[in-house]
Antibody, heavy 120, light 109 residues
Framework: EVQLVESGGGLVKPGDSLRLPCVVS????????MSWVRQAPGGGLEWIGR??????????DYAAPVKGRFIISRDDSQNTVILQMSSLKSEDTGIYYC???????????WGQGTLVTVSS | QSALTQPASVSGSPGQSITISCAGT?????????VSWYQQHPGKAPKLVIS???NRPSGVSNRFSGSKSGNTASLTISGLQPEDEADYYC??????????FGGGTRLTV
């Protein structure tokens, strides 16, 4: 069974940075394509970005609202994918889900989510 | 504003069938057969119920089915059961090599 465990959420001020690691088990992590999805309070799902496996180029792509502020990276030795967020805004508030993409175009598994609140 | 357009809510009685639409463009839904659907119960993480327009993952009830016509994809749930009450989201791969979600549809049974 694939398990994804996010951590690192909390209350931060506008302009701050925050790092969200996600530890993954139950699959061959080095071959996995991973993505992050967020959900504002009472809102819908929003795709943030994806990082390919090293074999797939190891590159990352991002949604327009976070491009230039968020960076997705991976540490295959620790089975961990990381979302580094900077210049945070109030509209970045929400639950952040780490996800495993079983293929390049669908999300097969989700973590339980970690709550990020950006407020002064 | 979401990239894909879904109705805010739908409702049905136990045993009935409902269909949720997901309208996109020729740059996403209309371009690729890479539409997936996710079910989310309150306070829970989403769960994949349909992938690649009409494929049902192992363990998902055969009451769930998906289809696509032009720029619009659809999720149909037949024989509605109380446990189907949830939020449903469509998602499509796009020409920008990104994923786009719909705004979500609340199903009331």
């Amino acid at each position: 069974e694939v398990q994804l465990v996010e951590s690192g959420g909390g209350l931060v001020k506008p302009g701050d940075s925050l790092r969200l690691p996600c530890v993954v088990s139950g699959l061959i992590f080095r071959d996995a394509w991973m993505s992050w999805v967020r959900q504002a309070p009472g809102g819908g799902l929003e795709w943030i970005g994806r990082i390919n496996s090293k074999g797939g180029g190891g590159t990352a792509d991002y949604a327009a609202p976070v491009k230039g502020r968020f960076i997705i990276s991976r540490d295959d030795s620790q089975n961990t994918v990381i979302l580094q967020m900077s210049s945070l805004k109030s509209e970045d508030t929400g639950i952040y889900y780490c996800t495993w993409m079983g293929t390049t175009t669908r999300i097969d598994s989700w973590g339980q989510g970690t709550l990020v609140t950006v407020s002064s | 504003q979401s990239a894909l357009t879904q109705p805010a809510s739908v409702s049905g009685s136990p045993g009935q069938s409902i269909t949720i639409s997901c309208a996109g463009t020729s740059s996403d839904v209309g371009r690729y057969d890479f539409v997936s659907w996710y079910q989310q119960h309150p306070g829970k993480a989403p769960k994949l119920v349909i992938s690649d327009v009409s494929n049902r993952p192992s363990g998902v009830s055969n009451r769930f089915s998906g289809s696509k016509s032009g720029n619009t994809a659809s999720l149909t749930i037949s024989g509605l059961q109380p446990e189907d009450e949830a939020d449903y989201y469509c998602c499509s791969y796009t020409t920008s090599d990104t994923q786009a979600f719909g705004g979500g549809t609340r199903l009331t049974v």
